[in-house]
């Protein structure tokens, strides 16, 4: 190993704070001594880890899958020193995660703060995105994903399964007439999540397998407005049950043709960059995702 493992931090707080000078003034030192350190550790190890421009820098994809081995270094010395000098181990540092939009605000939206009393030497960074980031590229420690992962390099882990149902609201449902079949559905489906816009959404009904066309539904690509839309009387929506469990509950939302069920459910996992390498502070916060999740299912 030609590099040194001292100039780990400086490369780390670089990606934390987003830029050379912001990441000299947090570590307290010069410029020229933070650039130096980069430049150093890029020409020991023969690589470019990040894209510079004039106003940003960009990790490269090589820089992106060094970050959390890095991390890792420094997690694990941390660890070893703590061990040798007797003293508890605190999980500290940045933990960038990613959720998608609907989860995010809902499931954990009201939570955030006791993460933050339980671990408060974790600096948590959260983006609620509607697709699903490059944990490498983009520098995520974790992230939350709504449906399948191909990428089996990654870590992955199954957080819940929910079956998609048929909602609209009281007001809505009394104005028409539904049984269990779909040509009863099917002209008040206005609006769908793109991920379930497809030719052939096939569902399963008292007379057999069935499969609906949706692409020419109008695609809105959040949960939670297309629920909004639902509550305020326009339509029927299909939605994770998931989502749905509070207004089902309070009756705002009531479920449609029960016998009509799509095959298809969301599943929510969490994927972390290197497999079997997940450090002790996305192991906290996959706990902490998980109790929130087992908390918002208690009010079924």
């Known amino acids: 190993m030609k590099w040194n493992i001292d100039d780990l931090p400086i490369f780390l707080a670089i990606i934390e704070h987003q830029g050379i000078t912001a990441a000299a003034d947090k570590l307290n030192m010069p410029k020229s001594t933070v650039s130096r350190t980069l430049s150093r550790l890029e020409a020991d190890m023969n690589i470019r880890l990040f894209e510079r421009t004039t106003r940003q820098l960009q990790l490269t994809q090589e820089g992106a899958s060094f970050a959390p081995y890095a991390q890792a270094i420094m997690d694990q010395a941390a ?34 703060h006791d993460f933050t009393t339980a671990y408060p030497d974790i600096t948590l960074e959260v983006h609620l995105t509607p697709y699903d980031v490059n944990l490498r590229r983009e520098g995520f420690d974790i992230a939350v994903i709504e449906g399948g992962v191909t990428d089996h390099s990654l870590d992955i882990t199954d957080l819940v399964s929910t079956p998609l149902i048929w909602v609209s609201s009281p007001y809505y449902k009394r ?12 002209p008040h489906i206005r609006y769908i999540e793109p991920q379930y816009q497809t030719s052939k959404l096939s569902v399963k009904t008292p007379s057999g397998r069935q499969q609906l066309d949706t692409t020419k539904l109008i695609g809105i690509n959040d949960a ?31 479920e449609l043709c029960p016998e009509i069920t799509v095959e298809t459910q969301m599943h929510v996992t969490a994927v972390t960059p290197q497999k079997d390498r997940r450090s002790a502070k996305a192991e906290l916060f996959l706990q902490f995702v998980t109790d929130c999740l087992a908390d918002y299912r208690d009010i079924r």
């Not at 703590?82 to 605190?90: D, I, K, M, T």
């Not at 028409?176 to 099917?186: A, E, N, Q």
């Not at 994770?240 to 939302?253: A, I, N, Q, S, V």
């Open 79 to 112: 660890k070893a020193e703590q061990a040798l000098s007797g003293e508890p181990v605190a999980p500290s540092g940045a933990l960038k995660v990613s959720l998608p939009m609907t989860f995010g605000r809902e499931i954990m939206g009201h939570k955030w």
């Open 175 to 186: 104005q028409f007439h539904f049984d269990d079949t779909v040509s009863s559905l099917k």
């Open 224 to 254: 939670s407005a297309l629920r909004e839309l639902t509550l305020q009387g326009d339509g029927v929506a299909l939605l994770p049950e998931l989502y749905c469990l509070p207004y089902l509950k309070r009756g705002d939302l009531v």
